[in-house]
């Protein structure tokens, strides 16, 4: 017993040591980065955006540097006062409302890199007609009468919030179809609940300027531009830069700005925890004070709870009829493939390889971008039918097992008391069988539930994305990222709750003695 308890305690603790710097091991004479020039050493990390052109300049221009692209840049601000990145290249006016916001321990360098230039991506399949060609006629006609330019002192110079009130087309011939990302300050992010932003400001007018009535989607950068090669979006507004590489897989409208480039380099003379100071905005020096600020900013401020509700409601509506079809169907090829027929059974092993061996991330990317790519499901539908089908075969697996653990003579009895081979089944062995799946199917529900988070790649504003969207408001991701764990720990009890329940229904050892007489009682009472 004692070697067992030192061993739990040497295996707890490795983790750790491994994890703890070795002196000598992986030291570098690195000079401080006072400049672009010193990106150039060799052992430097650089991060950049996911939607950036930078990465490839990076490497041409920086050769000995690693570098790393991000699809949430705020994780590489925090990477960078961290230390775990030497350098983080992006745009000047985007970093400056982060460090002004709470991120700190780092600090910008003068000189600029090479400029972004930023333009709306069109659909090459979109249903508006010439769509491309009207949009740069909207854009000339706003850079003329100096629209485009009032619209970027306002949001990205002066810092005003304030979205003018534009009115709505009023007999609307098309439907624009907008995607943004929505985590971009102060091109489009949330208020509250509502997208605002320059970008936000550019699709109204410009939907109105169309004659169309306007939707907005919002997607990760990771799936934008697949959303707009497939279809699902008429074109992009969210500070997209223009690369080449991008033009050829959807076409630019005409430049609307220039973004300068620069880079975030830690700041030894400050914290360097890369969050807001403990303090916040009530006390920096008190713990109390940083708790009460990060309530604040992350609950209370713009009423952002609304968002945390709205998007565990939309967890809950993408789990829980996953749960209810998938349980269902995996019922239903047992029940298909029960007496071995070979093209059933040849069917679900093949997609029971398919879907199983896929990430589920890519299967949603598949489903929603390719397989349903022309047909009008929003991405909750698209995620409902593939956890449905992710857990329907998991079911199929787990009820085949449960069967076979039932006595094959139990079938036989039943058949000799006259049971059909159906009544004997669903009356006998099923019921038999479900209490040995009911803990792996607790596990595969559990799950499913966390496999949610991940429908934000496919335009959903599920629990997880609400908290990527307020941590990008409130650059701050203690709070934002412990709610979300928090009330994803409250869903998981919640189901554990109703499948104790549903254990007890099914198996006599839980029953209570007076549920299992009860039967008895009132045929001797008759």
């Given at each position: 017993?004692?070697?067992?308890?030192?061993?739990?305690?040497?295996?707890?603790?490795?983790?750790?040591?491994?994890?703890?710097?070795?002196?000598?091991?992986?030291?570098?004479?690195?000079?401080?980065?006072?400049?672009?020039?010193?990106?150039?050493?060799?052992?430097?990390?650089?991060?950049?955006?996911?939607?950036?052109?930078t990465d490839t300049l990076l490497v041409r221009d920086y050769p000995n540097a690693q570098v790393i692209p991000y699809t949430?840049?705020?994780?590489?601000?925090?990477?960078?006062?961290?230390?775990?990145?030497?350098?983080?290249?992006?745009?000047?006016?985007?970093?400056?409302?982060?460090?002004?916001?709470?991120?700190?321990?780092?600090?910008?360098?003068?000189?600029?890199?090479?400029?972004?230039?930023?333009?709306?991506?069109?659909?090459?399949?979109?249903?508006?007609?010439?769509?491309?060609?009207?949009?740069?006629?909207?854009?000339?006609?706003?850079?003329?009468?100096?629209?485009?330019?009032?619209?970027?002192?306002?949001?990205?110079?002066?810092?005003?919030?304030?979205?003018?009130?534009?009115?709505?087309?009023?007999?609307?011939?098309?439907?624009?179809?907008?995607?943004?990302?929505?985590?971009?300050?102060?091109?489009?992010?949330?208020?509250?609940?509502?997208?605002?932003?320059?970008?936000?400001?550019?699709?109204?007018?410009?939907?109105?300027?169309?004659?169309?009535?306007?939707?907005?989607?919002?997607?990760?950068?990771?799936?934008?531009?697949?959303?707009?090669?497939?279809?699902?979006?008429?074109?992009?507004?969210?500070?997209?830069?223009?690369?080449?590489?991008?033009?050829?897989?959807?076409?630019?409208?005409?430049?609307?700005?220039?973004?300068?480039?620069?880079?975030?380099?830690?700041?030894?003379?400050?914290?360097?925890?890369?969050?807001?100071?403990?303090?916040?905005?009530?006390?920096?020096?008190?713990?109390?004070?940083?708790?009460?600020?990060?309530?604040?900013?992350?609950?209370?401020?713009?009423?952002?709870?609304?968002?945390?509700?709205?998007?565990?409601?939309?967890?809950?509506?993408?789990?829980?009829?996953?749960?209810?079809?998938?349980?269902?169907?995996?019922?239903?090829?047992?029940?298909?493939?029960?007496?071995?027929?070979?093209?059933?059974?040849?069917?679900?092993?093949?997609?029971?390889?398919?879907?199983?061996?896929?990430?589920?991330?890519?299967?949603?990317?598949?489903?929603?971008?390719?397989?349903?790519?022309?047909?009008?499901?929003?991405?909750?539908?698209?995620?409902?039918?593939?956890?449905?089908?992710?857990?329907?075969?998991?079911?199929?697996?787990?009820?085949?097992?449960?069967?076979?653990?039932?006595?094959?003579?139990?079938?036989?009895?039943?058949?000799?008391?006259?049971?059909?081979?159906?009544?004997?089944?669903?009356?006998?062995?099923?019921?038999?069988?479900?209490?040995?799946?009911?803990?792996?199917?607790?596990?595969?529900?559990?799950?499913?539930?966390?496999?949610?988070?991940?429908?934000?790649?496919?335009?959903?504003?599920?629990?997880?994305?609400?908290?990527?969207?307020?941590?990008?408001?409130?650059?701050?991701?203690?709070?934002?990222?412990?709610?979300?764990?928090?009330?994803?720990?409250?869903?998981?009890?919640?189901?554990?709750?109703?499948?104790?329940?549903?254990?007890?229904?099914?198996?006599?050892?839980?029953?209570?003695?007076?549920?299992?007489?009860?039967?008895?009682?009132?045929?001797?009472?008759?």
């Amino acid at each position: 017993m004692k070697k067992r308890f030192i061993s739990l305690i040497l295996c707890l603790l490795l983790p750790c040591l491994l994890a703890l710097p070795l002196p000598g091991l992986g030291e570098t004479d690195k000079l401080p980065i006072t400049s672009l020039d010193r990106l150039s050493q060799p052992g430097i990390i650089i991060a950049t955006g996911i939607s950036s052109p930078t990465d490839t300049l990076l490497v041409r221009d920086y050769p000995n540097a690693q570098v790393i692209p991000y699809t949430d840049i705020f994780l590489a601000y925090m990477d960078v006062a961290k230390g775990r990145v030497d350098a983080c290249v992006s745009a000047r006016r985007e970093m400056e409302f982060a460090i002004a916001r709470g991120v700190t321990g780092v600090r910008l360098l003068d000189e600029n890199y090479v400029p972004n230039r930023v333009a709306v991506g069109v659909s090459p399949v979109s249903s508006i007609p010439s769509l491309l060609e009207r949009l740069n006629a909207f854009i000339a006609e706003k850079k003329s009468d100096g629209t485009l330019d009032d619209m970027y002192n306002r949001w990205v110079i002066q810092e005003d919030d304030t979205m003018p009130a534009i009115p709505e087309a009023e007999h609307p011939a098309f439907t624009l179809r907008v995607g943004t990302t929505g985590t971009v300050m102060p091109y489009t992010y949330f208020a509250g609940s509502e997208l605002t932003g320059y970008d936000i400001e550019l699709a109204r007018r410009f939907a109105v300027w169309l004659g169309a009535r306007l939707e907005l989607q919002t997607y990760d950068f990771g799936g934008i531009i697949a959303a707009a090669e497939s279809g699902r979006i008429d074109c992009i507004m969210s500070n997209l830069f223009y690369s080449e590489e991008k033009a050829q897989i959807i076409p630019f409208s005409d430049f609307l700005i220039e973004v300068e480039m620069t880079a975030m380099v830690r700041d030894d003379g400050q914290s360097g925890d890369g969050a807001a100071s403990p303090g916040g905005e009530s006390d920096p020096r008190s713990f109390l004070g940083g708790i009460r600020s990060g309530i604040e900013k992350t609950f209370i401020r713009e009423g952002r709870w609304r968002l945390f509700v709205q998007g565990m409601g939309t967890t809950l509506a993408i789990a829980l009829p996953s749960i209810l079809l998938g349980t269902l169907l995996g019922f239903l090829l047992v029940l298909l493939c029960r007496r071995g027929n070979p093209l059933f059974n040849g069917i679900v092993r093949v997609s029971a390889w398919l879907v199983h061996g896929t990430p589920m991330v890519v299967l949603l990317m598949i489903l929603y971008y390719i397989l349903f790519a022309s047909a009008a499901f929003s991405g909750s539908v698209v995620s409902v039918i593939g956890f449905s089908l992710t857990l329907g075969l998991s079911v199929f697996r787990l009820l085949r097992m449960g069967i076979e653990a039932v006595d094959a003579g139990q079938h036989e009895a039943a058949l000799a008391l006259g049971f059909s081979d159906t009544g004997s089944f669903l009356r006998l062995i099923l019921p038999q069988a479900i209490p040995h799946v009911i803990p792996a199917y607790r596990g595969e529900l559990i799950q499913l539930l966390k496999a949610t988070s991940v429908v934000g790649y496919i335009a959903v504003q599920d629990l997880t994305k609400m908290g990527d969207l307020i941590r990008s408001r409130t650059y701050d991701a203690f709070f934002p990222l412990i709610a979300v764990t928090v009330i994803y720990f409250l869903l998981e009890g919640l189901i554990r709750i109703l499948l104790k329940w549903l254990a007890r229904r099914f198996s006599p050892k839980d029953r209570k003695a007076k549920d299992i007489l009860k039967g008895i009682r009132l045929s001797e009472q008759e």
